[in-house]
């Protein structure tokens, strides 16, 4: 298919399910009604034949589509799932939704993102110690990660394996608190890693694991029981990995 086949292709499917514009601005697609949700001002989404082409090409040539899927509906599927994002993430005044590398974002007319409220955005902060701590540890061995019970667990190390996997407990609040109270934050960050690694070099992983606390870093037993987690806090971050997923970097 050529660029204007595709978008031709893309606009279709949006029509089947949502109510659209293409009569005004060039190279915009005015949306009011997106799969049922009515939008209150209506979005503008910044595509051309062009755009929709390059882009439904560069899925359909990425990892996202499996050998025996039909590449282009598949592509222009997932180009829609990023339009759904995109939609339903936008923050007030956000009626502008463009095509950028990673997908689709939504910004303001004058091209700036709505701010956060700051209580937001230092929980964004906060949570980027935990979302460090894994690309920190998959870079250093095979790591695999429970989110319900904030369990990471750890197969080797710095190639060293453990004869039993580590198993490192990081509950999402207790970090979040030994971040926060912190005077220095990176130091505090570091400080808990060293603390991981030294205690991960003496303790017997087959029945002991390591737990991040509000007040630094422990041994429990594996046999101790973990906490329950508060239902309302399982999605803490909307850029937390899937649970039970396993990095190796």
Not at 155 to 171: C, E, I, R
Not at 211 to 225: E, I
């Amino acid at each position: 298919m050529d660029d204007q086949e595709l978008y031709d292709r893309l606009l279709g499917t949006l029509v089947s399910s949502s109510s659209i514009d293409t009569d005004g601005e060039p190279g915009v697609v005015t949306i009011s009604v997106f799969e049922g949700l009515e939008l209150d001002p209506a979005m503008r989404l910044h595509v051309d034949p062009q755009t929709v082409g390059r882009t439904v090409r560069e899925i359909a040539a990425s990892s996202y589509v499996q050998p025996g899927m039909d590449p282009v509906g598949s592509s222009i599927g997932l180009f829609l799932v990023h339009i759904w994002e995109a939609v339903h993430t936008a923050r007030d005044g956000e009626t502008e939704l463009v095509v950028v590398s990673y997908g689709v974002e939504s910004y303001r007319p004058d091209g700036t993102k709505t701010p956060f409220a700051p209580v937001v955005e230092e929980k964004f902060a906060l949570d980027a110690y935990y979302e460090r701590l894994i690309e920190h540890y998959a870079d250093r061995g095979e790591l695999t990660i429970g989110i319900g019970n904030d369990l990471l667990t750890l197969s080797d190390l710095d190639g060293h394996a453990f004869p039993t996997s580590l198993t490192l407990h990081v509950p999402i609040e207790d970090l979040r608190s030994l971040m926060r109270e912190a005077d220095d934050r990176e130091a505090a960050w570091q400080a808990m890693v060293d603390e991981i690694d030294r205690l991960a070099g003496t303790i017997d992983t087959r029945s002991t694991r390591i737990a991040v606390t509000s007040t630094g870093v422990t041994t429990r037993a594996l046999s101790d029981p973990l906490p329950e987690r508060p239902a309302a806090d399982l999605t803490w971050s909307a850029r937390a990995p899937e649970s039970g997923q396993t990095y190796r970097r």
